[in-house]
């Protein structure tokens, strides 16, 4: 009886418990940056993350890629010095940024309402750096849909990137990300 | 002669301030001075090409077209501006082409300094004779204090309301705020996060005969941009010469939807004090233009702008319903064409019909 007790826990617990996020399609990615001194507004936008959250026996686990490569802040000049010359993309490994997710939940995703953990981290992997950071995830269930973004701050210091100048218009070292996401709750 | 006159003094330099609506809620992003207008540097040329321009090639944006380069702390730009119009009122039938500016401006910068100078002729009107005579309508130092703080002296324009360059518009040109009223000032401007306020002492035209403006005084902004392209701000300024002091005040914005669609309004009220009459008059003169970018460097929109600056007159009544288009086909070109209907409320009414078209190239 004990063993049928266990084997009907885990069945039960590993269906009830067990959620994902699936962003393979991708998920928007944009950045925000602030540039001095005239305190212009740089967006970045165009590229997508890719993978899948898993949310299994209160753990939350999952590995997102997103192409640097992709990126575009409407200029195609100040492109040019992002990515060669401050991302340096064009070295094996850096054309990527890597965020690795496997945090001890508190709760899972609710079935309704909104998703907003405080004490989520995520390892990132960029510019050849690998740190862990704070990420601020804001996400709305609704009728089996989550919607919101995850955001997160990126030092550029911390990620051996030299400080952005470009035409006498020098990049704020905090540079903001968000995962802007819209997908199904899968089981 | 009067109409060709408000022409001749009405159109100031490039400056564009509905470029908040592209993340840019500051002149200094483009211009090398911290109200905007006139030279660029070497980030304004880039969003000339990336922003404003329907087409562009690699290098374009450039001073004299990459052909001459110049030192990093170093800035060049020409200009010319060419402008045909043609007015008619019950009375009057008139059309002229006029070449409105032919200057160049240098600017040098060393550590926090920069020397800025700008040199060109100005035509005017003496006793109905054209002159055309050289003119400075620029020339200060400026200093970078801190990275929020920056202090200038010498000739440029007041900062008032949008400052935006078309300044033929009632609020500018009622108001006298236009291209060749620069006076000498002494001036601190703070940049802090979204807000950005502006302090300008007005020390006068030190005998000048080259400005229009008569008057000494003060003026202050403050501006403040949300949600990242939009922008809210609002100006004082106090000015008095022989004849007259004046109080003007009032807000004015900078709202968008979608970057393409973007409205552009000033009100201010103005409340006037003739020394010699001690008679007060009090009024009001609004511009708002409503602009929709149908693609990249072609902006069609309509324009109303009212005025009466003087409650109890009605001769100082007037109303404008516009529409126009503006081009820009690659850097360095800027087309413009509008049409206007005026309606005057002096000498028992009557409506005038206002049509020009520009030319703006700069080098």
Redesign the interface.
Known sequence: MALLNFILFVTFSSTLYAQKLDLSTGAKVEF?AV?????????GTGSKATGILDFKDQNATGEFIVNLKDFST?????DEHMKEKYLEVQKPGFDKAILKISHKMESLLPQNGLWSPQNLKGTLTLHGVTKEIPLNPKLNIKDGTAKGAVNFKIKLKEFNIEIPE????TVADEVTANVLIDTKVQP | MIFVLIFLTSLSSWAFPELVRYGYPNCTACHVSPSGGGLLNLYGRELSKEVLSTWGAKGEQYFAYGLVKTPQNVNLQGYVRLLQLHRETPSVEEARTIWMQADLEGSYKYKNVTAVGMFGRQEKNVNGEKVVQPISRRHYLMWNATDSTTIRAGKFGRYFGLNTPYHTSFVYRDLGFGNETETYNAEVSYLKNNFTFFYTAIIGTLKDKTSYATEKGHTASLQYAFLKSQKVGATYYKGKDENQKRDIYGPWFILNYDRNLFLMSELFLQNKLNDQSHVRSKGYVTTNRLNYQVHKGIIPFLTFEASQLDWTSDATKRQSYGTGLQFFPRPHIELMATYQKDRYYVDNGYFADLYWFMLNYYL
Not at chain 1, 35 to 43: D, E, L, R, S, V
């Open positions: 925000d540039g001095k001194p005239a305190m212009i507004n740089i967006k409407d200029m195609d000049m100040r470009f035409a006498g218009i």
